[in-house]
């Protein structure tokens, strides 16, 4: 028994048998972010866009072609957020419908605190119209009726934005499920967020070990790939349908 008692005695002596866990300390915690620089505006949500452009009375509504130049490539112009905060991207061509506007509108509305956030549209009203025969009619007599009005998007371009004194975590939400409704790509996106990307971008093209990329192989013409290929493909090497 004596020596039992003294093996334990021992063993709680030696120093590697303790483990030290630290229940105190000096916690650093970052700083909250400083908003004193932004101004909520009066009207915090999404304006109403009209269903059908207002044109004067002595001007019949026109109608248009398809023109599906205006949904494809990248945009070029709009596809930075202006506020510098959260917003939702477009990741492919396609077009905006008014019942596409009020679901955004709508959500916005809902989810929005508008003591400290506010949202604004990037994209115009419906403006394109869509012409549409009726069911069953034969072929000929003229172009169509014009069944609704839309707004084309290009792929990169920026559908609306949310700013205010909050932070990506609280509009993530809601902005994914708006982007998920959408009828092209989109994804949510934060300064930061489209930041990273650009770089993570950037290092890929001057660090990618393999020469034969898309851009190499239609440059070269490749296995005669410029004969099968499309125009659009020799433009922007596959990336944009």
């Not at 034969?138 to 609704?148: S, T, V």
């Not at 967020?193 to 971008?201: L, N, S």
């Not at 290092?203 to 034969?212: A, Q, R, T, V």
Request: aromatic share 10%; net charge positive; proline share 6%.
């Amino acid at each position: 028994m004596l020596t039992r008692t003294f093996g334990i005695v021992l063993d709680i002596l030696r120093p590697e048998k303790f483990q030290v866990i630290s229940r105190f300390g000096i916690k650093y915690f970052a700083p909250p972010k400083n908003y004193d620089d932004i101004e909520i505006p009066e009207r915090t949500r999404l304006k109403l866009f009209d269903k059908v452009p207002m044109y004067p009375s002595n001007i019949k509504p026109p109608k248009m072609q398809k023109r599906l130049r205006y949904m494809r490539g990248p945009e070029t112009i709009h596809n930075t957020l202006q506020l510098k905060q959260y917003g939702v991207v477009a990741r492919g061509g396609g077009r905006l419908r008014h019942e596409h506007f009020e679901m955004i509108r709508l959500q916005v509305a809902r989810r929005l605190d508008q003591k400290k956030m506010f949202a604004i549209w990037r994209v115009d009203p419906p403006w394109q119209p869509v012409t549409k025969k009726g069911q069953g009619q034969r072929m000929g007599g003229g172009k169509g009726a014009i069944d609704h009005y839309c707004t084309p998007i290009k792929s990169d371009r920026i559908i609306f934005e949310i700013g205010g004194k909050c932070e990506y975590a609280e509009v993530h939400t809601m902005l994914r499920i708006i982007s998920e409704r959408l009828p092209f790509k989109a994804e949510p996106v934060s300064q930061e967020i489209m930041e990273k990307q650009a770089v993570e971008e950037k290092w890929k093209e001057e660090n990618n070990l393999n020469k034969y990329t898309m851009k190499y192989l239609i440059q070269n013409n490749m296995q005669g790939c410029n004969t099968h290929i499309s125009k659009y493909d020799n433009r922007w090497y596959g990336k944009y349908v």
